[in-house]
């Protein structure tokens, strides 16, 4: 093995994440408790991909 070379681990690895968007102001993970408009503004919103 290289001296130069060390060992790397790969940070969060193994860690949950979840999704958090501020819709309408508001920061939420999911729009269960939103109105039928309010999902309907999101489902409109243009999305971005990576």
Known sequence: MDKNKKNTTVVGEGVGFERIRRITGYLV?????????????????VKHGL
């Open 29 to 45: 993970g999911t729009v269960d408790r939103f109105n039928n408009a309010k999902r309907e503004e999101e489902k409109d919103r």
